[in-house]
Nanobody
Framework: QVQLVESGGGLVQAGGSLRLSCEAS????????MGWFRQAPMKEREFVAA????????DYSDSVKGRFTISRDNAKNTMYLQMNSLKPEDTALYYC????????????????WGQGTQVTVSS
């Protein structure tokens, strides 16, 4: 069983940075690929980034590529999303997800989900 708790969201001006964290409980965490999704008001949840269990196989959506960096520290049971050059269109509720299969993460059908952390970017 894996439980996920996101943190690090907040209000930031356009061009600023934030780092989101996703802390996982459960020893299985270190063997699970993980990812980030986001959902803006009145929009569908969309894929942001994914990472393999060992910290390799990183993947990003085109909208964040070059601005966001996904990473993980298995010793701390934590995954991160460093977000730079933030834009107002990045405003959303950000969720972390985990699943035993990396290819499942990007589909949005991951087995485990956190409750989300709000990111608001002002213009």
């Amino acid at each position: 069983q894996v439980q996920l708790v996101e943190s690090g969201g907040g209000l930031v001006q356009a061009g600023g940075s934030l780092r989101l964290s996703c802390e996982a409980s459960g020893r299985a965490f270190r063997y699970y690929p993980m990812g980030w999704f986001r959902q803006a008001p009145m929009k569908e949840r969309e894929f942001v980034a994914a990472i393999g269990w060992s910290g390799d196989n990183m993947d990003y959506s085109d909208s964040v590529k070059g601005r966001f960096t996904i990473s993980r520290d298995n010793a701390k049971n934590t995954m991160y999303l460093q977000m730079n050059s933030l834009k107002p269109e990045d405003t959303a509720l950000y969720y972390c997800t985990a699943d035993p299969t990396l290819s499942i993460i990007r589909t949005g059908l991951g087995r485990y989900w956190g409750q989300g952390t709000q990111v608001t970017v002002s213009s």
